[in-house]
Nanobody, 124 residues
């Protein structure tokens, strides 16, 4: 059982940066794929970025080159560095831990554990 708690969200102007953190407890995150999803109002939850259990990095095209996912095994924490933020990045961002084939990285149904979410609002 993994508990995930996100932090670091907030209000930022377009072009600014934020770093989200996801602190895990209950289990070591090393064997899990770790991901970030987001959900904007009236939209479905969508994949943002993933770091696989064997070190692969995956990003949605909409954030590639602007966002950076990383994990700190010692702190049992995952990060999402978000740069050059755009108004369309506004959403609740969720941390996720899961196992299984990496080809399911875009599928919220593959996720075993979710955080409670943190709001990111980008003003124009």
């Amino acid at each position: 059982q993994v508990q995930l708690v996100e932090s670091g969200g907030g209000l930022v102007q377009a072009g600014g940066s934020l770093r989200l953190s996801c602190a895990a407890s209950g289990d070591n995150i090393e064997p899990y794929h770790m991901s970030w999803f987001r959900q904007a109002p009236r939209k479905e939850r969508e994949f943002v970025a993933a770091h696989s259990s064997i070190g692969g990095y995956y990003y949605d095209e909409s954030v590639k080159g602007r966002f950076d996912i990383s994990r700190d095994i010692v702190k049992n924490t995952v990060y999402l560095q978000m740069n050059t933020l755009k108004p369309e990045d506004t959403a609740v961002y969720y941390c996720a831990a899961w196992t299984g084939p990496i080809r399911r990285l875009r599928d919220p149904g593959a996720v075993g554990y979710w955080g409670q979410g943190t709001q990111v609002t980008v003003s124009s």
